[in-house]
């Protein structure tokens, strides 16, 4: 019993869904025909009942066909409609249009993808119209069974003006694809196979060349290494195409042996190339061989490369030893990319004396190889200036905060400027890519004590670029301690901090009216000016400094940064400083200005800001300017 009740409401809610369907299309269907209805309405009407409609609907819109206005709308429709009887209308229809509306209906045939159609398309193929002849070819290519691939292959053979020989290779080609995606793959190979031995336009035998090579997958490795030992430069171009892409261990024999028999230097750069992009280690000994015997700079920057790219530890020794002034920076940066185990130990052994290998020291460096650095720190003191020069570099890039003593020290012992400039930089560098700010900072400062002058100025410099919680801890410490020395450089350093997290301690300064009471201050001020913050909170602390100021320059630097702020709340706080001599035209200027905003988001606020602007009378051209708003 419940199993036929269940049956029972499919079955209507299946009768009520259609009939609902198809009270849907008769109103979109009398939308459609009735001339009161707009433009836009009959479109959108158009666009729905494609997916509703029934076969009572077909007739009424192949009659739009003919419209020009409508007739791309009606095709939509059909196109989107099951049923052999939508074919059989849009057909009919041919009979009666003429022009671009006949060969829209052709491309909506084409489109549905009907079997059905293929016969009566292949019809059109004999027209005397050549655009006719492209369209229904293209519906051909766009339907693509292996019957439509037949018909266009047949007509093809039989076709003699060379514009619709294109017209039919082009959609030959595009069945032919269609029938490899749906896994057809004999029949889309034979396509393809008849298609670039035809006399067709060179692109069209090009693309088919390709496709069926990719097509018959490790079986194409044949046509596609005649491509690349081609003697015109099209097949050549046309096998490098595939050769990237070809999976298989075969391809990739293929490849390399097609480089070892290539002469033309061009073709062998470009082929290194494209065994480089297949990512295969089984081309790296033909690559290698190249790299070795070839005198042309061209491939020899191409073969290493790819010898970056394929190689390992054992073609560390290989790159270090044909690097030279003219392909040093290939060498380099191919040994930066090596990738598995080894390779740095490698490199470290080809850094260190007698024969050291400035690129091996730079690759080390640019590898971030940590256990490098004593090596590196020795190297860094070497006689010769390019292996000191190199190290020092090397050591910025590897170096972490665990060693900045280290460079530290290197810092305090060097003999010139070019030298302290270098290990300057080498140590800004080790900060800027520290990914642990805290430490960093906790290594920097615990060098301060026993550094002084531009030591220590570099010093506080690092600790700024570190940032984070501990170096603004650090800055406290000594911007507030007993050293008037620290105080000098902790406060400057702090005025250009690049964080809103040395607010604090710049206001702790400033309360403590001391020798750098001043400084801090516009410090803190210079962070709500500069800063990214919420409203609430740039206000607030413009409020705090202007409680904190004691010189007229102090409270009118304040006051100037509200103006870049405009909002209620710092219009109120300017309005507050009215009131305050020696600051009242700074104030009178911020609330004439912020006021010109304010009027707009709240008008009320405003309106009484600024009537209390003109009472004050602080200045004549303010207060007219100020009476001109309210006008």
């Given at each position: 019993?419940r199993?036929?009740?269940?049956l029972?409401?499919?079955f209507?809610c299946?009768?009520?869904?259609?009939?609902?369907h198809a009270?849907?299309?008769?109103?979109l269907?009398?939308?459609i025909?009735?001339?009161a209805?707009s433009?836009?309405d009959?479109?959108?009407?158009?666009e729905?009942?494609g997916d509703?409609?029934?076969?009572?609907?077909?007739e009424?819109l192949?009659?739009f066909l003919?419209d020009k206005k409508?007739s791309?709308?009606a095709?939509f429709?059909?196109?989107?409609?099951?049923?052999?009887n939508?074919?059989?209308?849009?057909f009919?229809?041919l009979d009666t249009?003429?022009?671009?509306?006949?060969?829209?209906?052709?491309?909506t045939?084409?489109?549905?993808?009907d079997?059905?159609a293929?016969?009566r398309?292949s019809?059109?193929l004999?027209?005397a119209?050549?655009k006719?002849?492209a369209?229904?070819?293209?519906a051909?290519g766009?339907?693509?069974?292996t019957e439509?691939?037949?018909?266009?292959?047949a007509a093809?053979?039989?076709?003699?003006?060379p514009g619709?020989?294109?017209s039919?290779?082009?959609s030959i080609l595009?069945v032919g694809q269609?029938?490899?995606?749906a896994?057809?793959?004999?029949?889309?190979?034979d396509?393809f196979?008849?298609l670039?031995?035809?006399?067709v336009p060179r692109?069209?035998q090009?693309g088919?060349?390709?496709?069926?090579?990719?097509?018959?997958?490790?079986?194409g490795v044949e046509?596609?290494v005649?491509?690349?030992r081609?003697p015109?430069?099209?097949?050549?171009q046309?096998?490098?195409?595939?050769?990237?892409?070809?999976p298989g261990?075969?391809?990739?024999?293929?490849?390399?042996?097609?480089?070892?028999?290539e002469?033309?230097?061009?073709?062998?750069?470009?082929?290194?190339l494209?065994?480089?992009d297949?990512?295969?280690r089984q081309?790296?000994p033909a690559?290698l061989?190249?790299?070795?015997?070839?005198?042309?700079?061209?491939?020899q920057?191409?073969?290493?490369?790819?010898t970056?790219k394929?190689g390992?530890?054992?073609?560390?020794?290989t790159l270090i030893?044909i690097?030279?002034?003219?392909?040093?920076?290939?060498?380099?940066?191919a040994?930066?990319?090596?990738?598995?185990?080894g390779?740095?130990d490698?490199?470290?052994?080809a850094?260190?004396p007698p024969d050291?290998?400035?690129?091996?020291?730079?690759?080390?460096?640019?590898r971030?190889?940590?256990?490098?650095?004593?090596?590196?720190?020795e190297?860094?003191?070497?006689?010769s200036?390019e292996?000191s020069?190199e190290a020092?570099?090397a050591?910025?890039l590897a170096?972490t905060?665990?060693?900045f003593?280290?460079?530290?020290?290197?810092?305090k012992?060097?003999?010139?400027?070019?030298?302290k400039?270098a290990i300057?930089?080498?140590i800004h560098?080790?900060?800027?890519?520290?990914?642990?700010?805290?430490?960093?900072?906790?290594?920097?400062?615990s060098m301060?004590p026993g550094?002084?002058?531009?030591?220590?100025?570099?010093?506080?410099?690092?600790?700024?670029t570190?940032?984070?919680?501990?170096?603004?801890a650090?800055m406290?410490?000594?911007?507030?301690?007993?050293?008037?020395?620290?105080?000098?450089?902790?406060?400057?350093?702090l005025?250009?901090?690049?964080?809103?997290?040395?607010a604090?301690?710049?206001?702790?300064?400033a309360?403590?009216?001391?020798?750098?009471?001043?400084?801090?201050?516009?410090?803190?001020i210079?962070v709500f000016?500069?800063?990214?913050l919420?409203?609430?909170?740039?206000?607030?602390m413009a409020s705090q400094?202007?409680?904190?100021a004691?010189?007229p320059?102090e409270?009118?630097?304040?006051?100037?940064?509200?103006?870049?702020?405009p909002?209620v709340?710092?219009?109120e706080?300017a309005?507050?400083?009215?009131?305050?001599s020696e600051?009242?035209?700074a104030a009178?200027?911020?609330?004439?200005t912020?006021?010109?905003t304010?009027m707009a988001?709240d008008?009320?606020?405003?309106?009484?800001g600024?009537?209390r602007?003109i009472?004050?009378?602080?200045?004549?051209?303010i207060?007219?300017?100020a009476?001109?708003?309210?006008?």
């Open positions: 019993m199993l036929q009740l269940t029972l409401n499919t209507i299946l009768f009520v869904a259609s009939t609902v009270q849907d299309a008769t109103e269907l009398m939308m025909q009735s001339p209805t433009e836009v009959r479109a959108n009407a158009f729905k009942i509703i409609a029934g076969a009572a609907t077909v009424p192949t009659g003919g409508w791309h709308y095709r429709a059909l196109q989107k409609m099951e049923g052999d939508v074919t059989e209308a849009l009919r229809s249009l003429e022009g671009d509306l006949q060969l829209g209906v052709i491309d045939i084409g489109r549905r993808g079997a059905i293929v016969a398309l019809n059109l004999a027209h119209d050549a006719m002849v369209a229904a070819a293209a051909l766009a339907i693509g069974t439509a691939a037949q018909i266009l292959t093809l053979d039989a076709e003699k003006q619709r020989r294109e039919l290779a082009s595009l269609r029938l490899a995606r896994g057809n793959t004999e029949a889309a190979i396509v196979d008849r670039r031995t035809s006399l692109p069209y090009i088919a060349t390709q496709n069926a090579i990719l097509t018959r997958g490790a079986d046509l596609m005649e491509q690349l081609s015109d430069d099209d097949g050549f046309t096998g490098l195409a595939v050769a990237r892409v070809l261990s075969s391809a990739t024999e293929a490849i390399a042996d097609s480089l070892q028999a002469s033309l230097t061009d073709r062998q750069v470009l082929t290194i494209a065994l480089k297949r990512g295969d081309a790296l690559i061989e190249k790299l070795g015997s070839s005198d042309s700079r061209e491939v920057t191409a073969a290493i490369e790819a970056g394929l390992d530890a054992s073609s560390v020794s030893s690097a030279n002034v003219h392909n040093a920076d290939t060498v380099l940066e040994l930066v990319v090596l990738q598995g185990s390779v740095n490698v490199l470290f052994k850094a260190q050291i290998s400035t690129v091996a020291v730079k690759a080390l460096g640019r971030r190889a940590q256990a490098a650095v004593p090596l590196l720190l190297l860094s003191k070497s006689d200036a292996v020069q020092i570099v050591l910025g170096a905060q665990e060693r003593l280290d460079l530290f020290s290197l810092l012992t060097a003999q010139t400027a070019e030298r400039q300057q930089k080498a560098a080790a900060v800027f890519r520290s990914t642990q700010p805290d430490a960093c900072a906790e290594a920097l400062g301060i550094s002084s002058g531009a030591d220590r100025e570099f010093l506080f410099e690092q600790i700024r570190a940032g984070g919680a501990k170096a603004v650090l406290e410490t000594y911007a507030v301690g007993p050293d008037t020395d620290l105080q000098d450089a902790a406060t400057q350093t005025g250009r901090w690049l964080s809103a997290d040395a604090p301690v710049l206001m702790q300064v309360q403590g009216n001391g020798k750098y009471a001043n400084r801090a201050l516009l410090g803190y210079r000016r500069q800063f990214d919420p409203e609430s909170e740039r206000v607030a400094a202007l409680q904190v004691g010189r320059d409270r009118n630097v304040a006051i100037e940064a509200l103006i870049r702020f909002c709340a710092s219009f706080l309005l507050e400083q009215l009131d305050v600051s009242e035209e009178a200027n911020a609330v004439l912020i006021g010109q304010v988001l008008p009320e606020k405003g309106q009484a600024i009537k602007l009472e004050a009378d602080v200045k004549q051209s207060t007219e300017s009476k001109g708003l309210l006008r």
